[in-house]
């Protein structure tokens, strides 16, 4: 039997470009080259689908310089990838498809929905589960179902932004400062505001209506800032990785504190108040299993002193940069990165049989 020919799709057009290329290098690097054939393919800022030749171009970036196109077809009697060289058009068959893209137009449901269309197997949550995930609104809701504690919300659209200060005085009537202001439908912290007083409320309103025209306002929760890794569906029992704990170097964990400050540091197996870490375990699989996850996610959570437990939000596609908690937290219990990245593989062929 040959090898199996993977799609490795990454970068995007969402504000987590550069942290999909940074998840896709490593992953890259992961993958079963004696078991797979890799053809790997990265969407620039502005969309266009490109074909990448070698590993290295992405991490230098220079794949964005290239100029062959490469692009998914939707047509399921295919099941290819379509080349565009100089004038002529190729088709190559392929296996899988592993979308290493964040946030927007990637983890959303988007690249989900184009890989059912073409009737191709894909790493990770289907098109529901990644599209209720990435919306931040949305996934209090199903959370409240549940009765899983999170924090106290109110969502507000672009349109109440007309009257600013009617807005302003929703918020006021139902939190205490400080607050949380934040677009739903992003990820990595981008655009996500600590608002301490009504001067800063309006800026933080517009800064988050740059990135999406629905946007979640929440009290703030003073506690451990932790997160819990999932894994599995189908034949595979849904699991929970330990937890770890977000030790941030500004005053909270923004984009710049994730991915750039080498004082914000990670820590696995904190020592959490009396069974905390067994429960943000049971939550983050209870939401999985809600949302009807599938291979991987990522759920993130307050502790506080006291001890209680506090949802914050989960991740379909979750980072797999050189300080993600993910991989990270699957190391900690004695499964490396090759393993890992098997492990979610298997599970996407496993769905479409």
């Given at each position: 039997?040959?090898?199996?020919?993977?799609?490795?799709?990454?970068g995007?057009?969402?504000?987590?470009?550069?942290?999909?290329?940074?998840?896709?290098?490593?992953?890259?690097?992961?993958i079963?080259?004696?078991r797979?054939e890799?053809?790997?393919?990265?969407i620039?800022?502005?969309?266009?689908?490109?074909k990448?030749?070698r590993?290295?171009?992405?991490?230098?970036?220079?794949?964005?310089?290239?100029?062959?196109?490469?692009?998914?077809?939707p047509?399921?009697?295919?099941?290819?990838?379509?080349?565009?060289?100089?004038?002529?058009?190729?088709?190559?068959?392929?296996?899988?498809?592993?979308p290493?893209?964040?946030?927007?137009?990637?983890?959303?449901?988007?690249?989900?929905?184009?890989c059912?269309?073409?009737?191709?197997?894909?790493?990770?949550?289907?098109?529901?589960?990644?599209?209720?995930?990435m919306?931040?609104?949305?996934?209090?809701?199903?959370v409240?179902?549940?009765g899983?504690?999170?924090?106290?919300?109110?969502?507000v659209?672009?349109?109440?932004l007309?009257d600013?200060?009617?807005?302003?005085?929703?918020?006021?009537?139902?939190?205490?400062?400080?607050v949380?202001v934040?677009?739903?439908?992003?990820?990595?912290?981008?655009?996500?505001?600590?608002v301490?007083?009504?001067?800063?409320?309006?800026?933080?309103?517009r800064?988050?209506?740059?990135?999406?025209?629905?946007?979640?306002?929440e009290?703030?929760i003073?506690?451990?800032?932790?997160?819990?890794a999932?894994?599995?569906?189908?034949?595979?029992p849904?699991?929970?990785?330990?937890?770890?704990?977000?030790?941030?170097?500004?005053?909270?964990?923004?984009?710049?504190?994730?991915?750039?400050?080498?004082?914000?540091?990670?820590?696995?197996?904190?020592?959490?108040?009396?069974?905390?870490?067994?429960?943000?375990?049971?939550?983050?699989?209870?939401?999985?299993?809600?949302?009807?996850?599938?291979?991987l996610?990522?759920?993130?959570?307050?502790?506080?002193?006291?001890?209680?437990?506090?949802?914050?939000?989960?991740?379909?596609?979750p980072?797999?940069?050189?300080?993600s908690?993910?991989?990270?937290?699957w190391?900690?219990?004695g499964?490396?990165?090759?393993?890992?990245?098997?492990e979610?593989i298997?599970?996407?062929?496993?769905?479409?049989?």
């Amino acid at each position: 039997m040959g090898k199996q020919t993977i799609a490795v799709i990454f970068g995007g057009q969402s504000s987590e470009h550069e942290i999909s290329c940074m998840s896709a290098a490593n992953i890259i690097e992961q993958i079963d080259r004696e078991r797979y054939e890799l053809l790997l393919v990265g969407i620039t800022k502005d969309g266009h689908w490109i074909k990448v030749d070698r590993p290295e171009e992405v991490r230098d970036g220079s794949w964005r310089e290239k100029k062959t196109g490469a692009w998914l077809s939707p047509d399921a009697t295919q099941k290819c990838l379509m080349i565009h060289e100089q004038a002529a058009f190729t088709k190559v068959e392929i296996d899988l498809v592993f979308p290493i893209l964040h946030g927007l137009y990637g983890e959303d449901g988007t690249i989900q929905g184009l890989c059912e269309l073409a009737g191709i197997p894909y790493v990770g949550c289907g098109v529901a589960a990644s599209a209720v995930a990435m919306d931040k609104g949305l996934t209090k809701l199903v959370v409240q179902s549940l009765g899983i504690d999170q924090a106290s919300f109110l969502l507000v659209t672009e349109i109440d932004l007309v009257d600013m200060v009617a807005v302003m005085n929703r918020v006021e009537d139902r939190f205490s400062y400080p607050v949380f202001v934040k677009p739903c439908n992003a990820g990595s912290s981008c655009g996500v505001t600590k608002v301490r007083d009504r001067d800063e409320l309006a800026e933080a309103f517009r800064e988050a209506a740059r990135y999406d025209r629905r946007i979640l306002v929440e009290e703030a929760i003073t506690g451990h800032e932790v997160e819990c890794a999932v894994l599995g569906g189908g034949r595979m029992p849904v699991q929970a990785s330990g937890v770890g704990e977000i030790l941030a170097a500004a005053d909270f964990y923004d984009y710049e504190a994730k991915y750039f400050n080498t004082e914000s540091r990670t820590m696995t197996d904190p020592p959490l108040p009396g069974d905390a870490a067994e429960r943000v375990r049971d939550a983050a699989i209870r939401i999985f299993r809600a949302i009807d996850g599938y291979g991987l996610a990522r759920a993130d959570f307050f502790v506080t002193d006291s001890g209680r437990v506090v949802f914050n939000e989960i991740n379909t596609m979750p980072g797999f940069t050189a300080i993600s908690m993910y991989p990270v937290l699957w190391e900690a219990r004695g499964k490396d990165k090759r393993t890992l990245i098997q492990e979610l593989i298997t599970l996407a062929f496993e769905r479409a049989h």
